[in-house]
Structure formats: structure tokens, C-alpha cells
């Protein structure tokens, strides 16, 4: 159960999943073996239930990175006046169900096939969320609110 505070959870919830559909891009945070901090740009998925899902290779350090520490850090939209900012715990999904998870989500939700067939060496992240934060800066006053899980 979601924990709020400034609006109804449900609402909060609603208007939180409606913004991140529209976007396709998020910058994702890890910390390294070294704790020192690490970002990408990347490309992602959202479900019904606000969790995130990224995909990477095995060789590139996001991937490092989240099998050392699974706690990241996301944020949306942040080329215009409303962002999310998102916090959660990564899971790699495992292989058994990767061949279903990419035919039923990543080719309907991504309009390029560049993420089946060629890239099979892509391995795929559910990132659950701990917290996030919605702003808007875009009128006066400023509207923000939290929603912790």
C-alpha cells in the first residue's frame, strides 16, 4: 500500500503511471563496486503496477552495477516542466520467461524490433519502486507530491 502525502494515493497513483506512459526515455542511477555513482540513459517499459523494466547487456556496467547493489535511482521527464523522480529495487527477470516478456511487452510497447532476434544477449530488469516524487513547476504554485511504498 502506497503511503501519500498532499493527494489520494489512488489518484496520485493514476496520474503518476499516465505521465510516465508518454514518456519512452529515463536516466537510471546505480552505484559501482567502488560506491561511486553511475548513469544511462535509457530506454523502458512501465506496467500497470508502476514497476520499471530496462533492458542492458551483461558486459556494460549498469548491469554490474545492479547485481552488486540492486537500489536505483530513475528520473522522467526531465526535459520539460514536470518530472518523476523514482526510487527502487531492481530483480533481473529470469531467462525462462525472457522469449514470452519480449514478445509480449517489448515489441508492443517499443516501435522498433531492435530489442528481438538481433540483440538476444539483452538480459532485462523489474525495477519495484520504494518512492516517487511528481513535480510540477510548470504554474504557481508549484504542485508535488510523494507516494512511498
Not at 95 to 104: A, D, V, Y
Amino acid at each position: 500500500m502506497a503511503f501519500l502525502h498532499g493527494k489520494n494515493a489512488q489518484e496520485a497513483e493514476e496520474k503518476i503511471l499516465n505521465f510516465i506512459r508518454h514518456h519512452n526515455l529515463c536516466v537510471v542511477a546505480t552505484v559501482n563496486s567502488e560506491q561511486k555513482p553511475d548513469i544511462a540513459l535509457m530506454e523502458f517499459l512501465i506496467d500497470q503496477n508502476l514497476e520499471i523494466i530496462v533492458g542492458t547487456k551483461k558486459e556494460y556496467q549498469k548491469y554490474k552495477n545492479l547485481k552488486n547493489n540492486p537500489h536505483t535511482a530513475i528520473e522522467i521527464g526531465f526535459y520539460e516542466d514536470i518530472t518523476i523522480q523514482y526510487q527502487g529495487i531492481a530483480k533481473e527477470i529470469p531467462t525462462t520467461n525472457l522469449e514470452s516478456f519480449q514478445k509480449n511487452n517489448v515489441a508492443t510497447r517499443l516501435k522498433e524490433n531492435k530489442y528481438l532476434g538481433i540483440e538476444n544477449d539483452l538480459v532485462y530488469f523489474k525495477i519495484t519502486p520504494t518512492y516517487i516524487r511528481y513535480t510540477d513547476v510548470s504554474q504557481g504554485p508549484w504542485q508535488h507530491f510523494e507516494v512511498i511504498f
